[in-house]
């Protein structure tokens, strides 16, 4: 049986680490860190998300703004509030939750993010910096950061010969997290869709990362022995023995039998997703690091 690791449990040692060193910076060069994050609309799963960031950025002693919009907010009004926060120095990091709705084009806002205090890491600058191994001065997204942690846990920090196989191509996850193993030294593969042999070539990894966003599709009897397996999916299903109406969070990866053969594996929830919102925090407090001139500590 495969060791599950306990990524709230990791989150909330890197969120101790992120307070201890926010407190440091505040007495020696009175910068608080300061986070925005901006919603537009009322969509409930997504203001569950910014409320327990907002809550966490709290826990640590930072300066926390939420910016709520109406849903048939113009994209000119939400570029100006990003502009206002761009010159806010009080403000280090700026989170515009996605997605946003249909008649706003995202890739123009988060290009109108300074690259300077895109936590997210979303800005091509900061995308740039990472696929040319300039990490010291990049933000690296929050979900593929979070996960090479969980990784690091179980294999340490150089995965030299190491064979990983990513499942999903996306700019938020599969290619972020590819660049990541790869400059960890492993031999990388990316997966998607029109892969032939999806099952084989996931048989290969030593690292397996699923990111395709469907319900348990990574199969039990696709994972070698002893793979290290890192589900980032959060799947909400129909559970109804669970009682009329209810349902449940799963992962990409089909849990109970991926356990029994895996040498360590994330589960959902209490896997990545905890980590993804403890590594938000972590660049935020790099990012006002950067601005008083401390060098910034390492997760
Ligand atoms: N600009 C932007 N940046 C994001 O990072 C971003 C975003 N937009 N839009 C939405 C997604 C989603 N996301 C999650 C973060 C934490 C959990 C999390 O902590 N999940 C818990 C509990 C889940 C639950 O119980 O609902 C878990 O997996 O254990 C989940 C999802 C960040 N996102």
């Known amino acids: 049986m495969a060791d599950v690791i306990d990524g709230k449990k990791v989150a909330e040692e890197v969120l101790a680490s992120v307070k201890e060193e926010a407190d440091k910076l505040i007495a020696e060069t009175g910068v608080t860190p300061g986070i925005a994050v901006v919603i537009v609309g009322e969509d409930p799963a997504s203001q569950v998300y910014v409320n327990s960031k907002s809550r966490k950025a709290k826990e640590c002693g930072f300066h926390s703004v939420k910016h709520t919009l109406a849903e048939d907010t113009s994209e000119t009004d939400l570029l100006a509030l990003i502009g206002t926060l761009n010159e806010d120095p009080a403000i280090h990091g700026i989170l515009v939750q996605l997605p946003l709705p249909g008649h706003i084009d995202s890739g123009r806002v988060i290009q109108t993010i300074s690259p300077d205090k895109d936590v997210d890491g979303f800005h091509f600058i900061n995308v740039g910096k990472l696929g040319t191994g300039e990490t010291s001065t990049a933000f690296v ?91 980032v999916g959060i799947n909400r299903i129909d559970a109804p023995e669970r009682g009329e109406g209810k349902s449940r969070l799963v992962g990409d990866v089909e849990f109970a039998e991926a ?3 895996a040498g360590a594996i994330t589960p959902v929830p209490g896997g990545v997703g905890p980590m993804t919102i403890a590594m938000l925090m972590a660049n935020t407090l790099v990012s006002a690091c950067r601005r008083a001139g401390k060098e910034p500590p390492r997760f």
Do not use: Y
């Open 259 to 261: 356990e029994k053969v």
């Open 141 to 231: 997204p929050c979900t593929p950061a979070g996960s090479m942690l969980l990784v690091e846990r179980v294999r340490g920090r150089d995965l030299s010969g190491l064979s990983a196989v990513v499942v999903g191509r996306s700019n938020i996850v599969g290619k972020p997290m590819a660049n990541l193993l790869l400059a960890a030294n492993c031999t990388v593969t990316i997966a998607h869709s029109r892969t032939k042999d999806l099952p084989g070539l996931c048989r290969t990894a030593d690292i397996l990362v699923a990111a395709v966003g469907r319900p348990e599709m990574v199969k039990g009897d696709w994972v070698k022995p002893g793979a290290t397996v890192i589900d």
